[in-house]
Protein backbone atom coordinates (compact mmCIF):
# COMPACT_ATOMS: atom_id res chain seq x y z
CA UNK A 1 0.00 0.00 0.00
CA UNK A 2 2.87 1.97 0.46
CA UNK A 3 4.03 2.30 -2.95
CA UNK A 4 1.04 2.77 -4.29
CA UNK A 5 0.26 6.03 -2.22
CA UNK A 6 3.81 7.03 -2.59
CA UNK A 7 3.57 7.01 -6.63
CA UNK A 8 0.51 8.47 -6.69
CA UNK A 9 0.91 11.04 -4.47
CA UNK A 10 3.77 12.58 -6.30
CA UNK A 11 2.53 11.90 -9.55
CA UNK A 12 -0.77 13.74 -8.51
CA UNK A 13 1.28 16.51 -6.76
CA UNK A 14 3.83 17.00 -9.81
CA UNK A 15 0.27 17.14 -12.23
CA UNK A 16 -1.43 19.63 -10.32
CA UNK A 17 1.54 22.54 -9.90
CA UNK A 18 1.92 21.71 -13.42
CA UNK A 19 -1.92 22.50 -13.98
CA UNK A 20 -1.25 25.52 -11.71
CA UNK A 21 1.62 26.80 -13.63
CA UNK A 22 0.33 26.25 -17.04
CA UNK A 23 -3.64 27.63 -16.75
CA UNK A 24 -3.43 29.97 -13.68
CA UNK A 25 -3.08 32.78 -15.67
CA UNK A 26 -5.96 32.28 -17.90
CA UNK A 27 -9.28 34.43 -18.08
CA UNK A 28 -11.57 31.46 -16.72
CA UNK A 29 -9.62 30.82 -13.44
CA UNK A 30 -8.08 34.22 -12.73
CA UNK A 31 -10.31 35.33 -10.17
CA UNK A 32 -10.34 31.14 -8.91
CA UNK A 33 -8.25 29.59 -5.95
CA UNK A 34 -5.83 27.96 -8.97
CA UNK A 35 -5.59 32.06 -10.00
CA UNK A 36 -5.05 32.66 -6.48
CA UNK A 37 -2.20 30.13 -5.92
CA UNK A 38 -0.88 30.88 -9.74
CA UNK A 39 -0.13 34.50 -8.48
CA UNK A 40 1.27 32.97 -4.95
CA UNK A 41 3.92 30.31 -7.07
CA UNK A 42 4.85 33.13 -9.32
CA UNK A 43 4.65 36.47 -7.70
CA UNK A 44 4.71 35.97 -3.82
CA UNK A 45 7.03 33.84 -3.11
CA UNK A 46 10.10 34.77 -5.48
CA UNK A 47 9.15 38.34 -4.37
CA UNK A 48 10.38 37.00 -0.79
CA UNK A 49 13.19 34.98 -1.59
CA UNK A 50 14.35 38.06 -3.76
CA UNK A 51 13.92 40.35 0.12
CA UNK A 52 15.82 37.24 1.20
CA UNK A 53 18.72 37.59 -1.41
CA UNK A 54 19.02 40.83 -0.80
CA UNK A 55 20.08 40.94 3.11
CA UNK A 56 22.05 37.66 2.52
CA UNK A 57 23.94 38.25 -0.77
CA UNK A 58 22.83 41.43 -1.70
CA UNK A 59 21.24 40.12 -4.87
CA UNK A 60 23.77 38.64 -6.47
CA UNK A 61 21.77 34.97 -6.61
CA UNK A 62 18.52 36.73 -7.74
CA UNK A 63 19.94 38.40 -10.53
CA UNK A 64 21.50 35.49 -11.54
CA UNK A 65 18.30 33.51 -11.01
CA UNK A 66 16.72 36.20 -13.21
CA UNK A 67 19.05 35.64 -15.79
CA UNK A 68 18.32 32.34 -16.28
CA UNK A 69 14.68 32.65 -16.32
CA UNK A 70 14.97 35.20 -18.66
CA UNK A 71 17.03 32.89 -20.81
CA UNK A 72 14.14 29.85 -20.08
CA UNK A 73 10.96 31.93 -20.84
CA UNK A 74 12.04 34.73 -23.46
CA UNK A 75 14.40 32.62 -25.41
CA UNK A 76 13.18 30.25 -28.10
CA UNK A 77 14.96 26.84 -27.30
CA UNK A 78 14.04 23.11 -26.96
CA UNK A 79 14.62 22.06 -23.24
CA UNK A 80 10.76 21.65 -22.72
CA UNK A 81 10.31 19.89 -25.67
CA UNK A 82 12.92 17.37 -25.59
CA UNK A 83 11.54 16.81 -21.72
CA UNK A 84 8.59 16.18 -23.30
CA UNK A 85 9.83 13.84 -25.59
CA UNK A 86 11.97 11.87 -22.83
CA UNK A 87 8.40 11.89 -20.49
CA UNK A 88 6.79 10.05 -23.56
CA UNK A 89 10.11 7.81 -24.79
CA UNK A 90 11.14 6.82 -21.13
CA UNK A 91 7.72 5.96 -20.49
CA UNK A 92 7.64 3.77 -23.14
CA UNK A 93 11.16 1.97 -22.50
CA UNK A 94 9.31 1.20 -18.60
CA UNK A 95 6.31 0.57 -20.16
CA UNK A 96 6.81 -1.72 -23.30
CA UNK A 97 9.26 -4.48 -22.61
CA UNK A 98 7.82 -6.10 -19.83
CA UNK A 99 3.81 -5.61 -20.92
CA UNK A 100 4.66 -6.94 -25.02
CA UNK A 101 4.31 -10.24 -24.26
CA UNK A 102 0.98 -9.72 -22.55
CA UNK A 103 -0.58 -7.95 -25.29
CA UNK A 104 -2.69 -9.42 -27.92
CA UNK A 105 -1.89 -8.76 -31.37
CA UNK A 106 -4.50 -6.52 -32.09
CA UNK A 107 -3.00 -4.48 -28.97
CA UNK A 108 0.51 -4.40 -30.46
CA UNK A 109 -1.14 -3.08 -33.92
CA UNK A 110 -2.81 -0.44 -31.92
CA UNK A 111 0.01 0.31 -29.66
CA UNK A 112 1.88 1.12 -32.42
CA UNK A 113 0.13 3.04 -34.03
CA UNK A 114 -1.24 5.51 -30.82
CA UNK A 115 2.61 5.19 -29.99
CA UNK A 116 3.86 7.49 -33.29
CA UNK A 117 1.15 9.67 -33.71
CA UNK A 118 2.12 12.19 -31.13
CA UNK A 119 5.56 12.11 -32.31
CA UNK A 120 4.52 12.87 -35.67
CA UNK A 121 2.36 15.77 -34.87
CA UNK A 122 4.91 16.79 -32.79
CA UNK A 123 7.33 17.23 -35.06
CA UNK A 124 4.88 18.78 -37.97
CA UNK A 125 3.69 21.57 -34.86
CA UNK A 126 7.62 22.29 -34.10
CA UNK A 127 8.90 22.04 -37.20
CA UNK A 128 6.34 24.08 -39.65
CA UNK A 129 6.22 27.46 -40.56
CA UNK A 130 3.52 28.95 -37.86
CA UNK A 131 2.38 31.76 -39.94
CA UNK A 132 5.44 34.19 -39.34
CA UNK A 133 4.88 37.83 -41.19
CA UNK A 134 7.10 38.54 -43.16
CA UNK A 135 7.36 41.77 -46.19
CA UNK A 136 7.36 38.94 -48.83
CA UNK A 137 4.29 37.30 -47.47
CA UNK A 138 2.64 40.61 -45.67
CA UNK A 139 0.28 41.57 -48.52
CA UNK A 140 -1.09 37.91 -48.49
CA UNK A 141 -1.83 37.79 -44.88
CA UNK A 142 -3.68 40.74 -44.85
CA UNK A 143 -6.31 39.40 -46.95
CA UNK A 144 -6.59 36.53 -44.28
CA UNK A 145 -9.15 38.15 -41.92
CA UNK A 146 -11.18 41.41 -41.58
CA UNK A 147 -10.40 43.65 -38.48
CA UNK A 148 -13.34 43.73 -36.76
CA UNK A 149 -13.19 47.33 -35.32
CA UNK A 150 -12.93 45.79 -31.26
CA UNK A 151 -10.06 43.60 -30.49
CA UNK A 152 -8.26 44.37 -34.32
CA UNK A 153 -8.12 47.79 -35.62
CA UNK A 154 -6.54 48.89 -38.72
CA UNK A 155 -3.65 50.88 -38.92
CA UNK A 156 -1.26 49.90 -36.09
CA UNK A 157 2.11 48.76 -36.42
CA UNK A 158 4.74 46.38 -34.86
CA UNK A 159 7.42 48.83 -33.66
CA UNK A 160 9.83 45.35 -33.72
CA UNK A 161 8.87 44.53 -37.28
CA UNK A 162 7.88 47.64 -38.84
CA UNK A 163 4.64 46.51 -40.34
CA UNK A 164 1.32 46.63 -40.26
CA UNK A 165 -0.49 44.11 -38.08
CA UNK A 166 -2.98 41.95 -40.20
CA UNK A 167 -5.88 41.62 -38.40
CA UNK A 168 -5.91 38.26 -35.64
CA UNK A 169 -1.85 38.90 -35.38
CA UNK A 170 -0.02 39.09 -32.86
CA UNK A 171 3.83 39.59 -31.97
CA UNK A 172 6.11 37.11 -30.33
CA UNK A 173 8.52 38.15 -28.23
CA UNK A 174 9.76 34.62 -28.31
CA UNK A 175 9.60 34.04 -31.83
CA UNK A 176 11.20 37.73 -32.47
CA UNK A 177 8.09 37.58 -35.26
CA UNK A 178 4.49 38.93 -35.49
CA UNK A 179 2.16 35.72 -36.08
CA UNK A 180 -0.73 35.14 -38.55
CA UNK A 181 -3.77 34.57 -36.12
CA UNK A 182 -1.10 34.00 -33.17
CA UNK A 183 -3.10 31.57 -30.71
CA UNK A 184 0.13 31.34 -28.07
CA UNK A 185 3.55 30.33 -27.81
CA UNK A 186 3.86 26.96 -26.76
CA UNK A 187 6.91 26.03 -25.15
CA UNK A 188 6.05 21.78 -25.29
CA UNK A 189 6.27 22.20 -29.27
CA UNK A 190 9.17 25.10 -29.04
CA UNK A 191 7.30 27.21 -31.18
CA UNK A 192 4.04 29.55 -31.63
CA UNK A 193 0.58 27.74 -32.35
CA UNK A 194 -1.02 29.95 -34.86
CA UNK A 195 -2.13 30.27 -38.51
CA UNK A 196 0.14 27.79 -40.10
CA UNK A 197 -0.13 25.13 -37.55
CA UNK A 198 -2.96 25.20 -35.35
CA UNK A 199 -4.09 21.97 -36.66
CA UNK A 200 -1.14 20.02 -36.18
CA UNK A 201 -1.10 21.59 -32.38
CA UNK A 202 -4.60 19.92 -32.02
CA UNK A 203 -3.42 16.92 -33.17
CA UNK A 204 -0.66 16.52 -31.07
CA UNK A 205 -3.26 17.21 -27.79
CA UNK A 206 -5.69 14.63 -29.37
CA UNK A 207 -3.06 12.03 -29.85
CA UNK A 208 -1.14 12.50 -27.08
CA UNK A 209 -4.33 12.28 -24.77
CA UNK A 210 -5.44 9.14 -26.65
CA UNK A 211 -2.25 7.44 -25.92
CA UNK A 212 -2.25 8.04 -22.44
CA UNK A 213 -5.99 7.36 -22.22
CA UNK A 214 -5.21 3.63 -24.37
CA UNK A 215 -2.13 3.09 -21.84
CA UNK A 216 -3.92 3.43 -18.46
CA UNK A 217 -6.54 1.06 -19.83
CA UNK A 218 -4.08 -1.28 -21.21
CA UNK A 219 -2.08 -1.22 -17.87
CA UNK A 220 -5.18 -1.86 -15.21
CA UNK A 221 -6.10 -4.71 -18.08
CA UNK A 222 -2.85 -6.03 -17.71
CA UNK A 223 -2.57 -5.60 -14.11
CA UNK A 224 -5.92 -6.92 -13.54
CA UNK A 225 -5.28 -10.31 -15.47
CA UNK A 226 -2.42 -10.94 -13.67
CA UNK A 227 -4.42 -10.76 -10.12
CA UNK A 228 -6.77 -12.85 -12.03
CA UNK A 229 -4.03 -15.46 -12.00
CA UNK A 230 -3.80 -15.45 -7.88
CA UNK A 231 -7.86 -14.68 -7.47
CA UNK A 232 -9.70 -16.45 -10.15
CA UNK A 233 -13.21 -14.67 -8.89
CA UNK A 234 -11.06 -10.87 -9.47
CA UNK A 235 -12.70 -8.41 -11.41
CA UNK A 236 -11.52 -5.14 -12.27
CA UNK A 237 -13.90 -2.87 -10.09
CA UNK A 238 -13.55 -5.53 -7.12
CA UNK A 239 -17.54 -6.80 -6.65
CA UNK A 240 -17.37 -8.96 -3.63
CA UNK A 241 -14.14 -7.08 -1.86
CA UNK A 242 -13.93 -4.65 0.63
CA UNK A 243 -12.17 -1.52 0.16
CA UNK A 244 -9.45 -2.06 2.46
CA UNK A 245 -8.87 -5.51 0.29
CA UNK A 246 -9.75 -3.82 -2.63
CA UNK A 247 -7.30 -1.32 -2.19
CA UNK A 248 -4.62 -3.92 -0.82
CA UNK A 249 -4.92 -6.12 -3.59
CA UNK A 250 -4.24 -3.21 -6.99
CA UNK A 251 -0.99 -2.75 -4.26
CA UNK A 252 0.48 -5.69 -4.22
CA UNK A 253 -0.07 -5.28 -8.01
CA UNK A 254 1.69 -2.96 -8.37
CA UNK A 255 4.37 -3.75 -6.28
CA UNK A 256 4.75 -6.74 -8.39
CA UNK A 257 4.37 -5.17 -11.81
CA UNK A 258 6.01 -1.73 -10.84
CA UNK A 259 7.11 -0.50 -14.41
CA UNK A 260 3.75 -1.19 -15.64
CA UNK A 261 1.88 0.08 -12.55
CA UNK A 262 3.66 3.54 -12.00
CA UNK A 263 3.45 4.26 -16.18
CA UNK A 264 0.12 3.09 -15.66
CA UNK A 265 -0.35 5.88 -12.60
CA UNK A 266 1.24 8.35 -14.60
CA UNK A 267 -1.23 8.18 -17.38
CA UNK A 268 -4.34 8.00 -15.09
CA UNK A 269 -3.64 11.03 -13.60
CA UNK A 270 -2.37 13.05 -16.79
CA UNK A 271 -4.76 12.45 -18.94
CA UNK A 272 -7.64 14.41 -17.24
CA UNK A 273 -5.25 17.53 -18.06
CA UNK A 274 -4.34 16.64 -21.75
CA UNK A 275 -7.73 16.41 -22.05
CA UNK A 276 -8.78 19.09 -20.08
CA UNK A 277 -6.57 21.41 -22.61
CA UNK A 278 -7.78 19.76 -25.64
CA UNK A 279 -11.40 20.47 -24.73
CA UNK A 280 -10.24 23.66 -23.79
CA UNK A 281 -8.99 24.60 -27.31
CA UNK A 282 -11.67 23.14 -28.89
CA UNK A 283 -14.38 25.52 -26.92
CA UNK A 284 -12.24 28.22 -28.39
CA UNK A 285 -12.90 27.17 -31.83
CA UNK A 286 -16.59 26.58 -30.82
CA UNK A 287 -16.37 30.15 -29.65
CA UNK A 288 -14.51 31.47 -32.71
CA UNK A 289 -11.78 32.68 -30.56
CA UNK A 290 -7.84 32.10 -29.80
CA UNK A 291 -6.28 32.19 -26.69
CA UNK A 292 -4.47 35.66 -27.30
CA UNK A 293 -8.41 36.88 -28.06
CA UNK A 294 -9.80 35.44 -24.75
CA UNK A 295 -7.52 37.19 -23.75
CA UNK A 296 -8.51 40.57 -25.23
CA UNK A 297 -11.92 39.75 -24.66
CA UNK A 298 -11.43 39.92 -21.03
CA UNK A 299 -9.68 43.40 -20.92
CA UNK A 300 -12.88 44.86 -23.02
CA UNK A 301 -15.10 43.18 -20.67
CA UNK A 302 -13.59 45.09 -17.48
CA UNK A 303 -14.04 47.75 -20.02
CA UNK A 304 -17.71 47.53 -20.10
CA UNK A 305 -18.12 46.98 -16.52
CA UNK A 306 -16.81 49.98 -15.92
CA UNK A 307 -18.69 52.13 -18.70
CA UNK A 308 -15.94 53.06 -20.31
CA UNK A 309 -16.97 51.18 -23.77
CA UNK A 310 -19.06 52.24 -26.38
CA UNK A 311 -20.32 51.44 -30.17
CA UNK A 312 -21.98 52.07 -33.26
CA UNK A 313 -22.75 51.02 -36.84
CA UNK A 314 -20.23 50.61 -39.55
CA UNK A 315 -21.48 51.18 -43.28
CA UNK A 316 -21.24 48.31 -44.92
CA UNK A 317 -20.58 50.29 -48.09
CA UNK A 318 -18.11 52.48 -46.26
CA UNK A 319 -14.69 53.34 -48.23
CA UNK A 320 -11.66 51.32 -47.15
CA UNK A 321 -8.28 53.23 -46.38
CA UNK A 322 -6.34 50.86 -48.35
CA UNK A 323 -3.09 51.97 -47.18
CA UNK A 324 -3.54 50.83 -43.89
CA UNK A 325 -6.61 47.80 -44.54
CA UNK A 326 -7.63 45.35 -47.45
CA UNK A 327 -10.09 45.73 -49.59
CA UNK A 328 -11.19 41.97 -50.11
CA UNK A 329 -10.29 39.21 -47.40
CA UNK A 330 -11.29 35.59 -47.82
CA UNK A 331 -13.28 35.74 -44.46
CA UNK A 332 -17.20 36.05 -46.01
CA UNK A 333 -18.54 38.36 -43.50
CA UNK A 334 -17.16 42.29 -42.93
CA UNK A 335 -17.98 44.07 -39.25
CA UNK A 336 -20.61 45.49 -39.18
CA UNK A 337 -20.08 47.47 -35.86
CA UNK A 338 -17.31 49.78 -34.17
CA UNK A 339 -16.48 49.66 -30.38
CA UNK A 340 -14.20 52.04 -28.77
CA UNK A 341 -12.79 53.54 -25.10
CA UNK A 342 -13.02 56.60 -23.77
CA UNK A 343 -10.72 57.99 -21.17
CA UNK A 344 -13.95 59.99 -19.42
CA UNK A 345 -16.72 57.70 -19.93
CA UNK A 346 -18.34 59.86 -22.01
CA UNK A 347 -19.48 58.80 -25.88
CA UNK A 348 -16.57 59.94 -28.23
CA UNK A 349 -16.57 63.19 -30.06
CA UNK A 350 -15.24 64.38 -32.81
CA UNK A 351 -15.43 64.21 -37.00
CA UNK A 352 -12.64 61.53 -37.02
CA UNK A 353 -15.07 58.95 -35.38
CA UNK A 354 -15.83 56.88 -37.78
CA UNK A 355 -19.60 54.74 -37.84
CA UNK A 356 -22.95 55.60 -38.25
CA UNK A 357 -25.74 56.41 -36.03
CA UNK A 358 -25.52 56.99 -32.57
CA UNK A 359 -23.36 55.73 -30.02
CA UNK A 360 -24.20 53.41 -27.73
CA UNK A 361 -23.10 52.44 -23.92
CA UNK A 362 -22.14 48.94 -24.16
CA UNK A 363 -22.15 47.00 -20.88
CA UNK A 364 -21.51 43.32 -21.58
CA UNK A 365 -20.00 41.24 -24.04
CA UNK A 366 -23.58 39.66 -25.14
CA UNK A 367 -23.97 43.34 -26.93
CA UNK A 368 -21.16 42.98 -29.00
CA UNK A 369 -20.93 40.20 -32.05
CA UNK A 370 -17.30 38.62 -32.50
CA UNK A 371 -16.94 38.37 -36.35
CA UNK A 372 -15.01 35.50 -36.45
CA UNK A 373 -17.30 33.10 -35.45
CA UNK A 374 -18.85 31.34 -38.01
CA UNK A 375 -19.88 28.89 -36.31
CA UNK A 376 -18.43 25.54 -35.22
CA UNK A 377 -18.00 23.77 -38.03
CA UNK A 378 -16.44 26.67 -40.16
CA UNK A 379 -14.68 27.54 -37.56
CA UNK A 380 -12.99 23.91 -37.59
CA UNK A 381 -13.14 23.91 -41.29
CA UNK A 382 -10.39 27.34 -40.54
CA UNK A 383 -8.21 25.63 -38.07
CA UNK A 384 -7.74 22.37 -40.20
CA UNK A 385 -7.65 23.65 -43.68
CA UNK A 386 -5.91 27.42 -43.23
CA UNK A 387 -6.27 28.17 -46.75
CA UNK A 388 -9.80 27.20 -47.79
CA UNK A 389 -11.65 30.02 -49.58
CA UNK A 390 -15.31 30.98 -47.50
CA UNK A 391 -17.79 31.48 -50.01
CA UNK A 392 -19.22 35.15 -49.40
CA UNK A 393 -22.19 35.47 -47.37
CA UNK A 394 -24.79 38.07 -47.83
CA UNK A 395 -25.32 41.19 -45.09
CA UNK A 396 -28.26 40.20 -44.27
CA UNK A 397 -27.31 36.52 -43.32
CA UNK A 398 -24.51 38.10 -40.86
CA UNK A 399 -26.48 38.00 -38.03
CA UNK A 400 -26.78 34.13 -38.49
CA UNK A 401 -23.51 33.45 -39.38
CA UNK A 402 -21.87 34.97 -36.33
CA UNK A 403 -22.03 34.90 -32.33
CA UNK A 404 -21.25 36.96 -29.44
CA UNK A 405 -17.75 36.62 -27.79
CA UNK A 406 -17.87 34.44 -24.84
CA UNK A 407 -14.74 34.20 -22.08
CA UNK A 408 -13.37 30.92 -21.36
CA UNK A 409 -15.11 31.49 -17.63
CA UNK A 410 -18.36 31.15 -19.12
CA UNK A 411 -17.56 27.42 -20.07
CA UNK A 412 -15.14 26.27 -17.78
CA UNK A 413 -10.91 26.18 -17.70
CA UNK A 414 -8.97 26.60 -19.82
CA UNK A 415 -0.38 28.43 -22.58
CA UNK A 416 2.14 30.55 -22.20
CA UNK A 417 1.62 33.88 -23.95
Known sequence: MGTLRNVAVVVLVISFFTFVAFFGRLPALRNTPIGTLHRVIWLHIPGGLR???QRLTQGRLSAWFLRLAHTLWNDRHPTVMIFFMLLLSVSEILFLPPAWSMLTTTRKVNASIILTLPYVFLYAAAASDPGYITPEKHSHQMTLYPYDFTIFHPGQTCHTCHLLKPARSKHCSI???CVAKMDHHCIFINNCVGYGNHHYFLLLLL???????????????????QVRVEIPSWKVWGPGFTWSQYANIWAWALQEHTRIGAVTLLCLLTSPLIWGLFGYHMYLIWAGTTTNESMKWSDWQTEMREGYAFKRGLSTDRQKDEAIEPAWTRW???????IVRTEDGLP????????????QRVWKLADVENLYDLGFWDNLWDAFWPR????????????DARSYPVLPADAGPGAQQ
Do not use: M
Request: glycine share 10%; net charge neutral; proline share 7%.
Open 175 to 177: CKH
Open 51 to 53: ALD
Open 332 to 338: PVESEQI
Open 388 to 399: YGFHRRSPSGNQ
Open 207 to 225: TTAVLTTYATFVGFSILSD
Open 348 to 359: PRGPRAIGVGEW
